[in-house]
């Protein structure tokens, strides 16, 4: 319980830290720490990934690319048609389509999926293959979607390379580092991501925290309105995306849980590596965080539960 509650509660405690003492994050930039934090936490992540039971076949060619071009190319531009129509500022903007444009969590949506009684091996391939395919998309995609905004650098080639270097290298030196030495990181070693990401949060608003109080309130509510809406529509196009194409409901609970949910961490990566690393476009981030663990955990919980009631009906 307490490990799912640490990156939660973690968020809740630098956000009130970086607001009201806002000097007491700033050494993170001073020293240039974030992409420390960053290579730490897919170092972390290629160790702790498991292959085994990864399968490859038609019915999961079909989920994958359908959910992949949903996902990683359609979400960010609805995210872009969204934050237009409810005409949010360029920060919020670019929080909402970066957090949209990720791929899905390397843990949570695996997770999700199992508390579902969906496909839980599905659910690991189209995680693992999604966020590699992402380092692919991310660059061209935002460079397409965001490509009007003067104040951040969309150059894909840079996107790529930091990308690269940041993510991509790390997963596969913890992997195979892994792979090589047969062993496993002990249990206090996944507690590493989630602290590398409130480190990271802790700069963002630290250093942002003057702009934060300032920023009019009725904006972030939009933003926040914002989010909700927009993982509430990637929920229900992957699910009927997935009855479209008829494919099995075990299958179609993999695709909304990880098709439709976001990574935090590299949503956070791509903000440094734009340059637009300020509170208010960190906060749509925090807000389709928070908002995707709260309705993905009650849907996956009833989802569960009625096939478990199916099941014995079964019987």
């Keep these: 319980m307490f490990k799912k509650l640490y990156l ?11 607001l009201l003492i806002p000097e007491s994050g700033l050494w993170i930039k001073h020293w240039k720490l974030s992409n420390l934090f ?75 999926t199992e508390t579902a009684e969906g496909n839980v091996f599905l659910s690991m391939t189209l995680t693992i293959g999604y966020n590699l395919l992402g380092v692919l998309t991310l660059p061209v995609v935002l460079s397409w979607c965001l490509a009007g905004d003067s104040s951040i650098n969309t ?17 596969f030196v913890g992997f195979y580092i892994k792979k090589l030495s047969r062993k496993k990181l002990p249990s206090w070693t996944g507690y590493i991501p989630s602290t590398c990401v409130i480190m990271l949060l802790f700069s963002f608003f630290s250093s942002s925290a003057e702009q934060l109080k300032i920023f009019p309130k009725d904006i972030l509510l939009l933003a926040a309105l914002a989010g909700l ?18 494919i099995p409901a075990e299958d179609g609970k993999a695709m909304i849980f990880t098709g439709a949910s976001k990574t935090l961490t590299i949503a956070l990566t791509i903000l440094t590596i734009l340059g637009a690393d300020g509170g208010a476009a960190v906060a749509p981030c925090l807000v389709f965080y928070f908002l995707q663990m709260l309705i993905d955990s009650a849907l996956a919980g009833k989802m569960g539960i009625a096939t478990k009631k199916q099941m014995e009906k079964s019987v």
Aim: charged share 10%.
């Design 8 to 18: 939660p509660l973690g968020m809740l405690v630098v956000l009130a830290l970086g």
């Design 155 to 171: 150059n894909p080639g840079k996107m790529l390379l930091n990308l690269a270097l940041l993510v991509v290298l790390p997963f």
């Design 38 to 112: 960053i290579i730490l936490i897919f170092l972390v992540c290629g160790w702790q990934t498991d292959v085994n039971g990864l399968r490859f076949d038609r019915k999961f060619a079909l989920a994958f690319v359908s959910g992949a071009v949903l996902s990683l190319i359609c979400a960010p531009w609805i995210a872009l048609g969204i934050a237009k129509i409810m005409r949010l500022p360029e920060l919020p903007m670019i929080g909402l389509v970066v957090i949209s444009a990720v791929p899905p969590t390397l843990s949570s949506g695996i997770v999700m």
């Design 229 to 246: 809406l927009m993982h509430i529509l990637l929920l229900v196009i992957m699910w009927y995306g997935s009855k479209a194409m008829k």
